[in-house]
């Protein structure tokens, strides 16, 4: 149940302008101890994941990344899994889960 209300967090969270080709992603990828990550290595993995993204072109793009407990819930901006699939690949990252948002509410949607 907690992953679950983190994964409906990160839809409300990460709302952004849709391209026609562009689709968002939740990503989830289970790291072991990824809690217990110092500044330092939460850094090494971001420049890591940054290096592997530029070799990709502008497809894709990292928006951003929770940490919580032993998982990250990524958030991607691309045109299809398969790319999110080659990024995690490339650079040696986990991708247990990829889903693709279908939609965002948050406070706003009560009101409109």
Same mark, same amino acid.
């Not at 407990?69 to 991708?95: M, R, S, T, W």
């Not at 889960?97 to 948050?106: D, L, M, N």
């Given at each position: 149940?907690?992953?679950?209300?983190?994964?409906?967090?990160?839809?409300?969270?990460?709302?952004?302008?849709?391209?026609?080709?562009?689709?968002?992603? *939740? *990503?989830?990828?289970?790291?072991?101890?990824?809690?217990?990550?110092?500044? +330092?290595?939460?850094?090494?993995?971001?420049?890591?994941?940054?290096?592997?993204?530029?070799?990709?072109?502008? +497809?894709?793009?990292?928006?951003?990344?929770?940490?919580?407990? +032993?998982?990250?819930?990524c958030v991607y901006q691309a045109p299809n899994k398969e790319i999110?699939?080659?990024?995690?690949?490339?650079?040696?990252?986990?991708? +247990?889960?990829?889903?693709?948002?279908?939609?965002?509410?948050?406070?706003?949607?009560?009101?409109?």
């Amino acid at each position: 149940m907690r992953y679950s209300l983190i994964a409906f967090a990160l839809l409300i969270a990460s709302a952004t302008a849709f391209s026609a080709d562009s689709h968002q992603y *939740i *990503i989830e990828r289970t790291i072991p101890g990824a809690q217990n990550l110092t500044q +330092d290595e939460l850094k090494s993995i971001s420049q890591k994941s940054r290096a592997v993204l530029e070799t990709l072109g502008p +497809d894709i793009k990292w928006q951003q990344s929770y940490v919580a407990e +032993d998982k990250f819930y990524c958030v991607y901006q691309a045109p299809n899994k398969e790319i999110i699939a080659k990024h995690a690949k490339l650079g040696g990252f986990p991708a +247990d889960k990829i889903v693709e948002v279908s939609g965002i509410i948050g406070p706003q949607t009560a009101s409109e």
